[in-house]
């Protein structure tokens, strides 16, 4: 094998080689390698080349697909960075308007990374504290024994509603229990679109539905608190209370990621993360 640089204008030779078969190949930066075809030379023959003609390169692209389970697992790892002023979780808030559907295994797990947040306790003992104040649940009493049963009661209460909602019935339904922020038109437009996305939520194949999922896990939930709430509470009454302070709490909730991103940490700007 011989190596030469043509002249400027191409021009290149090779000079005492020995006799037999041989071939070129020219190689140019930002050109598609040329090989010519194979030629004979003889001994004291000159031989010349024929014309060497370059294309241009095929330009070379790299396309990296993921399976949808992987591309949801970014989405939910992004998510869980979310923080209303840097403190209070909004991982629930989708700011990806196409984003991938989450695996029943998912909406699991991140149930869990988001009800047991260390900010949610805070939430926790905040609402203890202020039925404690007004002695809601009087059957509780009061006093150190009195609070930790109604810490208990709302500790409760928001684990059983964040898993049946988030988690239970969006598995069994096919829905999906992430908020998605619209961020566009009025004001009125996107007050409408928070409220209603506490009735209508999309489902894993991309529909919309009637949010079944956070409907029955708001009344499931509400149910079970006739377990542990004092005698005197219990009953239908308590049930409907719970849900109703349930949809309202959602309904707030969702008026809030509406109209809180610029609050939000880590929130993506385009909306594709």
Request: charged share 15%; net charge neutral.
């Given at each position: 094998?011989?190596?030469?640089?043509?002249?400027?204008?191409?021009?290149?030779?090779?000079?005492k080689?020995?006799?037999?078969?041989?071939?070129?190949?020219?190689?140019?930066?930002?050109?598609?390698?040329?090989?010519?075809?194979?030629?004979?030379?003889?001994?004291?023959?000159?031989y010349?080349?024929?014309?060497?003609?370059?294309?241009?390169?095929?330009?070379?692209?790299?396309?990296t697909?993921?399976?949808?389970?992987?591309?949801?697992?970014?989405?939910?790892?992004?998510?869980?960075?979310?923080?209303?002023?840097?403190v209070?979780?909004?991982?629930?808030?989708?700011?990806?308007?196409?984003?991938?559907?989450?695996?029943?295994?998912?909406?699991?797990?991140?149930?869990?990374?988001?009800?047991?947040?260390?900010?949610?306790?805070?939430?926790?003992?905040?609402?203890?504290?202020v039925?404690?104040?007004?002695?809601?649940?009087?059957?509780?009493?009061?006093?150190?024994?009195?609070?930790?049963?109604r810490?208990?009661?709302?500790?409760?209460?928001?684990?059983?509603?964040?898993?049946?909602?988030?988690?239970?019935?969006?598995?069994?339904?096919?829905?999906?229990?992430?908020?998605?922020?619209?961020?566009?038109?009025?004001?009125k437009?996107?007050?409408?679109?928070?409220?209603?996305?506490?009735?209508?939520?999309?489902?894993?194949?991309?529909?919309?539905?009637?949010?079944?999922?956070?409907?029955?896990?708001?009344?499931?939930?509400?149910?079970?608190?006739?377990?542990?709430?004092?005698?005197?509470?219990?009953?239908?009454?308590?049930?409907?209370?719970?849900?109703?302070?349930?949809?309202?709490?959602?309904?707030?909730?969702?008026?809030?990621?509406?109209?809180?991103?610029?609050?939000?940490?880590?929130a993506?700007?385009?909306?594709?993360?």
């Amino acid at each position: 094998m011989h190596t030469t640089i043509s002249g400027a204008n191409g021009e290149f030779d090779f000079a005492k080689i020995p006799s037999g078969s041989y071939f070129v190949i020219v190689n140019a930066k930002d050109f598609a390698i040329f090989t010519s075809g194979e030629f004979i030379v003889a001994d004291q023959q000159v031989y010349e080349v024929p014309d060497v003609s370059l294309s241009v390169a095929t330009a070379n692209m790299e396309v990296t697909v993921h399976p949808t389970e992987y591309i949801a697992a970014e989405q939910i790892r992004a998510a869980e960075k979310q923080r209303l002023m840097g403190v209070i979780p909004n991982f629930y808030t989708s700011y990806v308007i196409d984003a991938a559907p989450l695996t029943a295994s998912q909406k699991f797990r991140f149930a869990l990374r988001g009800t047991f947040d260390p900010v949610s306790m805070v939430g926790v003992g905040f609402a203890a504290g202020v039925e404690q104040a007004t002695n809601a649940f009087a059957g509780y009493g009061q006093g150190a024994a009195g609070y930790s049963k109604r810490f208990a009661a709302k500790f409760v209460d928001g684990r059983t509603s964040d898993m049946l909602t988030h988690a239970v019935f969006p598995s069994l339904l096919h829905q999906d229990p992430r908020y998605y922020y619209l961020g566009s038109g009025t004001v009125k437009t996107r007050l409408w679109h928070a409220v209603g996305s506490a009735f209508i939520t999309r489902t894993d194949s991309g529909l919309t539905a009637p949010n079944y999922s956070y409907l029955l896990g708001d009344v499931s939930a509400a149910a079970l608190s006739n377990l542990y709430y004092p005698q005197a509470n219990r009953g239908v009454g308590l049930v409907f209370t719970n849900a109703a302070v349930g949809l309202a709490g959602r309904i707030g909730g969702n008026i809030l990621r509406e109209f809180s991103k610029r609050l939000t940490t880590n929130a993506p700007d385009n909306g594709r993360p």
